[in-house]
């Protein structure tokens, strides 16, 4: 799963993306510094992991993970090819969902594309940005869809469907705020749009705003409103974080009262906004978290590990993550009647440890 990290120039996306990811994408005061998009791997924190670890004595452990990407700037008028738009454009196509990144502080040394500090204008920029080249793309899939109506009748439920989503973008509001049952919102997956894309708005703040300020609550409110996810975080602050050990991490993290990073926050709050969810195997040689989308049947979650798993499945053998925990060993679990033996309908849970059974 892919998430692009935007923003105007100058908001702290690449320093928040180093941090992430501690790729070492450039981090300059000017405009247009990221120009082709940098790429990063990280982990999904999960504690589960280290437990799971020790009660099996794995030799390695394998974290699930979500794919950061660097994009470019954006500035007014990139719908029309201004500053670097059309690659902006290009670039937000391809991710599953967009981290946004807007700026919550004052500092008259890091200078602003539009001259002062507006978070809520900053993200209607981009919002409008986007939605002015949806309906760039509309107006094109409307005229096709009306051509074919001529043709066959059909198309009539398109061409309704795509009227009613230019009309929606036209009032300003992205289509993802658009309330539509399961097969209009499948419909509109289809169209790959820009607005559709889920969201989450980082309140990029300095070390005095950690615990908010007044533009973090003018962008809460304003993601709340289009319902879209928000973590306040300081983009310096975290970058500063990775490059500690473990123990000066801890160390540095108390002195700022932080439970957890705001990285962890974010990656957390990414992998819920995509709908994800992990189940787990564990064993010596390997304990590791599997990624699928949440409602996913365990043959198709076993065929994540290989699609003999899921060519072959006869049934897998559950136990939940707590109740391992408490039984001290997948073989204790199963004489005390713990674990579970599920069919091809089964759909697969948060917590589950599994043992898939399959011949090929």
């Known amino acids: 799963m892919k998430l692009g990290v935007v923003g105007l120039p100058n908001v702290g996306k690449s320093t928040l993306f180093n941090a992430i990811t501690k790729a ?31 009660l099996y004595d794995s030799k390695k452990i394998t974290p699930t993970t979500l794919e950061f990407v660097d994009i470019a700037g954006l500035v007014r008028g990139a719908s029309k090819g201004e500053g670097l738009g059309n690659k902006f454009l290009s670039h937000i196509r391809e991710v599953d969902a967009v981290v946004h990144v807007v700026r919550c502080f004052d500092d008259e040394n890091i200078i602003h594309v539009d001259g002062s500090v507006d978070p809520v204008r900053d993200m209607e920029t981009i919002n409008l940005e986007l939605v002015f080249a949806d309906l760039e793309t509309l107006e094109r899939r409307i005229g096709k869809a009306q051509t074919m109506l001529k043709a066959d009748k059909k198309y009539a439920e398109d061409v309704d469907r795509l009227e009613k989503m230019k009309a929606w973008l036209e009032s300003g509001k992205p289509l993802r705020s658009m309330a539509v049952d399961e097969d209009f919102k499948a419909f509109m997956d289809e169209q790959f749009l820009l607005t559709v894309k889920p969201v989450i708005y980082v309140a990029n703040v300095d070390e005095s705003g950690l615990g908010g300020n007044a533009y973090t609550e003018k962008v809460k409110e304003a993601a709340a409103a289009e319902g879209a996810e928000c973590v306040v975080l300081c983009a310096k602050l975290e970058e500063d974080l990775g490059a500690l050990d473990d123990e000066e991490r801890e160390m540095f993290m108390q002195e700022y009262g932080l439970e957890e990073s705001g990285l962890d926050k974010l990656v957390k709050a990414s992998y819920k906004l995509l709908g994800l969810i992990s189940y787990l195997t564990a064993g010596e040689k390997e304990t590791r978290a599997w990624t699928i989308v949440k409602g996913t049947k365990a043959p198709q979650a076993a065929g994540k590990i290989h699609s003999d798993f899921e060519k072959g499945f006869i049934r897998a053998e559950i136990v939940d993550y707590e109740t391992l925990l408490e039984c001290g060993s997948f073989a204790a679990a199963k004489e005390k009647g713990k674990v579970r033996s599920e069919g091809k309908d089964y759909v697969m849970q948060e917590n589950d440890v599994v043992l898939f059974r399959f011949n090929v």
């Open 24 to 54: 070492g994408a450039a981090a300059a005061n000017y405009a247009f510094c990221t120009i082709e998009p940098n790429v990063g791997v990280v982990a999904v924190p999960d504690e589960r992991l280290d437990k799971l670890a020790a």
